[in-house]
């Protein structure tokens, strides 16, 4: 422990390697927490405020523990950043001989045998399709890793990533005729024979919940498991340990049919018509639910117009694909995967258009062009706690958002952690001269229908004091589109709004400008870092409750009531408070940053609960007036 405090100090060798290293009492002391848990195989839920340098508080233990530990972030971007940036920079500082890999989920990497196959297709290929093979082909013979992060060249959306990449579904695993090049094999060897390993929380799940086949060998063999951005673990776990059936799975296994059976020159043209025909009536049923993307209840829809006939007439056509797939299985591995396939959706489907399970939700979401028939656990925790116990080793949960005021109350209740140690650093941020949190005065109740309008006359003032340089997260995509349009003619600066280009691009935008206004929803809110005066100032439209049509929420409301729990204090109101502590670490990233926090919900002060949401943010300089706010950007501006 003496040496993990010892590195991280004022004469330690970070000290020695980064310039303008300042040590923080508070990283020390996560670090040690870490230690103790991995040592001694302890769960550990730690929240550490931003600023606290958790990241380097976890590696150096994990990598002077002598174990094998496994690092699971939130996101793939937080992964690449661990395992190219931050871990050979820790790794050097120590000067210790640990073996590092990076596994992602199978989508992540190139699947040499559905590239051909999608090359075999020609015919049935769009030439822009084609096109765009070709360079993914050109790629695949200079890459190492297969990990399609590095293909720049195709567009977030293009529609041949599904063509070159696996599903669990349509991998042959060792069956396949390209094992040997598979890129997927070679990194879960590399992790495997690793001493860290970084994954991603998707990937912890899909091998907790077996889904995927011969990874599961993965999470035995680790000593020590650190779960970064762990606020979102409940979420996550709740899609892994439940089920689903999407028309994109029917839609790509009529696809893969068709190129599997061309693939092995069949004569006969009925497995090809089958899958056509699946194609056909997958996007009728579509057309069953309403225009519009949406999600509720599966029962709200289960009765509607022509679905029950839709439902029979998919089953039907997946009945006979079946039998057709099971004459033609010994012909190829393909065709063997297709029938296993097949057999599988048609399981699933009829359980999930069939009556609900006890203590499982039943819901429905439709995008554009497709549907998707969910059932979802009510509660993980004793799943969850069951997959840690099998694992008895040190768990270490951290995220600059766990606790609701100094409690980790519903955190440890959702996950089922019960008995772990909890700790709390509040960051070493200078908040009170950093930052000012203006609640404006006189704006309506949230649900009014002028509220989008009236928050942006409020925004406005604010926007000419910061020049831009401003976030405003929105709670809907709705106020979104509806604060975009209202604020689009009335400010100078540069408007960049969430939907109009990925995400990506519009942070790199964001960056360059400088003054830049960006206004976004969902992912903004939270794993992404601006340093600068670029960011000045953060505007958030309404308190984050999670929206009451929400079918998951609905039903976990509905079973909380009848248990006699209160859902609204001991679920509606956590999950908003650590939703809002994510969207207020947009703000201060630095130690040099300086900006105004804007929240405009007349809740705060109206409702006993505001108290709650305000005790949970970092103690930040307080007002109502504008004057105040514009005063502060005068003085940033004077130095």
């Given amino acids: 422990m003496q040496s993990v405090t010892q590195f991280l100090s004022a004469d330690g060798p970070f000290a020695r390697l980064l310039d303008g290293y300042a040590p923080r009492l508070q990283q020390q002391e996560l670090a040690e927490a870490v230690a103790e848990a991995i040592d001694d195989n302890r769960l550990l839920v730690a929240e550490a405020g931003t600023g606290t340098g958790k990241t380097f508080a976890y590696l150096v233990p994990a990598l002077c523990s002598g174990k094998k530990v496994i690092i699971s972030t939130g996101t793939k971007n937080l992964q690449d950043q661990l395992f190219h940036k931050d871990i050979p920079l820790v790794r050097k500082a120590l000067e210790v001989p640990v073996g590092t890999a990076l596994l992602k989920g199978r989508a992540n990497y190139l699947c040499p045998h559905r590239l051909e196959l999608a090359l075999s297709e020609g015919r049935q290929t769009t030439r822009s399709v084609l096109n765009e093979l070709r360079k993914v082909r050109q790629w695949a013979s200079r890459t190492r890793s297969g990990d399609i992060a590095e293909l720049s060249e195709l567009a977030e959306d293009s529609p041949v990533w599904p063509l070159i990449t696996s599903t669990a579904d349509n991998c042959l695993g060792n069956e396949c005729d390209q094992i040997e090049n598979c890129y997927l094999a070679l990194a879960r060897r590399e992790a495997q024979e690793a001493d860290v390993v970084v994954i991603n929380h998707h990937l912890l799940f899909a091998d907790m919940a077996l889904k995927d086949q011969g990874f599961g060998e993965l999470l035995p063999g680790a000593n020590a498991f650190i779960l970064d951005e762990a606020h979102q673990l409940a979420d996550i776990a709740s899609n892994f340990f439940g089920t689903m059936v999407s028309a994109n799975q029917l839609l790509e296994l009529s696809r893969d049919t068709i190129a599997e059976d061309i693939n092995e020159a069949g004569e006969s043209r009925q497995a090809r018509l089958l899958a056509e025909r699946l194609e056909i ?359």
């Fill in 281 to 639: 009536t997958v996007k009728d049923m579509r057309l069953c639910f309403a225009i519009q993307p949406d999600r509720g209840p599966w029962l709200a829809v289960r009765d509607r117009e022509g679905m029950a006939e839709a439902i029979h007439t998919v089953g039907e056509v997946l009945e006979e694909l079946c039998a057709c797939l099971k004459q033609l299985a010994p012909r190829g591995k393909g065709l063997e995967g297709c029938y296993e396939r097949a057999l599988d959706l048609k399981e699933r489907f009829a359980m999930l258009t069939g009556a609900t399970p006890e203590g499982l939700i039943h819901w429905y979401e439709t995008h554009t062009r497709s549907f998707s028939i969910h059932l979802t656990p009510m509660d993980v925790a004793s799943l969850f706690r069951a997959r840690i116990d099998a694992h008895p080793s040190g768990w270490i949960f951290t995220s600059a958002t766990l606790a609701v005021g100094e409690r980790f109350d519903h955190f440890i209740r959702q996950l089922g952690l019960d008995g772990a140690t909890t700790r709390q650093w509040e960051s070493p941020f200078d908040y009170p001269h950093q930052a000012v949190l203006y609640v404006p005065e006189g704006l309506p109740e949230p649900n009014s229908p002028g509220y989008t309008a009236a928050v942006v006359e409020q925004a406005l003032p604010v926007l000419a004091a910061s020049e831009g340089r401003c976030f405003i997260l929105f709670t809907s995509h709705r106020a979104l589109r509806e604060a975009a349009e209202l604020i689009r003619e009335r400010i100078e600066w540069p408007l960049l709004v969430q939907g109009d280009a990925p995400r990506t691009r519009l942070l790199e935008e964001f960056r360059a400008h400088g003054n830049a206004v960006l206004l976004g929803t969902g992912s903004f809110w939270e794993g992404v870092d601006v340093r600068g005066e670029a960011l000045s100032c953060v505007i958030i439209d309404k308190l984050p409750f999670a929206s009451p049509g929400d079918p998951v929420l609905q039903a976990r409301i509905e079973a909380m009531r009848r248990n006699g729990a209160n859902p609204f204090m001991e679920y509606q109101l956590p999950q908003a408070v650590i939703t809002l502590k994510q969207g207020v670490g947009r703000l201060i990233r630095d130690v040099s940053d300086r900006g105004v926090l804007m929240l405009c919900d007349p809740r705060l002060g109206s409702k006993p609960y505001g108290k709650i949401f305000i005790d949970s943010l970092p103690d930040m300089t307080k007002t109502r007036k504008l004057e105040v706010v514009e005063r502060f950007f005068k003085h940033l501006k004077k130095h």
